[in-house]
């Protein structure tokens, strides 16, 4: 059971553009909502994330959109740049949660590729 | 710092063979786990551990073993590679982030079994 979904796999961009990567997700007790990014070569690391106390947090040019009721939350990145291309992954994980706090559940990753 | 460090960045094993991916985190973290991931699949949770001593099973555990004999090292071992061990593994530590936690990543080791 794929605990959360995301899509679309791959995303082409012109620059300047917005990028919009979405994920869903099933158990209900997940309460922190991170974002990856990963460069080819390099391992994932934290670009933005969000507790389901608030709808939307805005770091630069990344936003996250969160929709609690329908499970549903987004990135936006506006002015897409060439140096944006990377594979983005969201996550879930239960905070407060002991050991369960630790454990992040991916999706299946998006490669957005920005062209001049 | 230098944070997450993993070594070997490659490797080939023939089916079969054994051997141990090394991991070392120099930031006292106390978290640290293992991913693997897979073309289309994400990043897939094999082991973690919460503290030196105290190791637990994540999602794909079948074939790998842990331990965590000390803070800084969390070494995964393949204990007999088959061909679906071909994959590209990270290791992560974590901090705390309010109530949460942020995992830093390292660079990863790209293992192929033939």
């Known amino acids: 059971q794929q605990q959360v979904k995301q899509s679309p796999q791959s995303l082409i961009v012109q620059k300047g553009g917005i990028s919009i990567i979405n994920c869903a997700y099933e158990?209900?007790?997940?309460?922190?909502f991170p974002w990856y990014q990963q460069f080819p070569g390099k391992g994932p690391a934290l670009l933005i994330a969000i507790r389901p106390d608030v709808s939307e947090k805005k770091e630069g040019r990344f936003t996250i959109s969160f929709n609690k009721s329908a499970k549903q939350f987004s990135l936006h990145i506006m002015d897409s740049q060439p140096g944006d291309s990377a594979t983005y992954f969201c996550?879930?994980?239960?905070?407060?949660?002991?050991?369960?706090?630790?454990?992040?559940?991916f999706g299946k990753g998006t490669k957005l590729s920005v062209i001049p | 710092n230098a944070g997450v460090t993993q070594t070997p960045k490659f490797q080939v094993l023939k089916t079969g063979q054994s051997m141990t991916l090394q991991c070392a985190q120099d930031m006292n973290h106390e978290y640290m786990s293992w991913y693997r991931q897979d073309p289309g699949m994400g990043l897939r949770l094999i082991h973690y551990s919460v503290g030196a001593g105290i190791t637990d099973q994540g999602e794909v555990p079948n074939g790998y073993n842990v331990s965590r004999s000390t803070t800084e090292d969390f070494p995964l071992r393949l204990l007999s590679a088959a061909p679906s061990q071909t994959s590209v593994y990270f290791c992560?530590?974590?901090?705390?982030?309010?109530?949460?936690?942020?995992?830093?990543f390292g660079p990863g080791t790209r293992l192929t079994v033939t």
């Open positions: 158990n209900t007790a997940f309460d922190y």
């Open positions: 996550a879930a994980s239960m905070a407060d949660s002991g050991a369960g706090s630790y454990q992040l559940t």
């Open positions: 992560a530590s974590s901090r705390p982030l309010g109530s949460s936690y942020e995992q830093y």
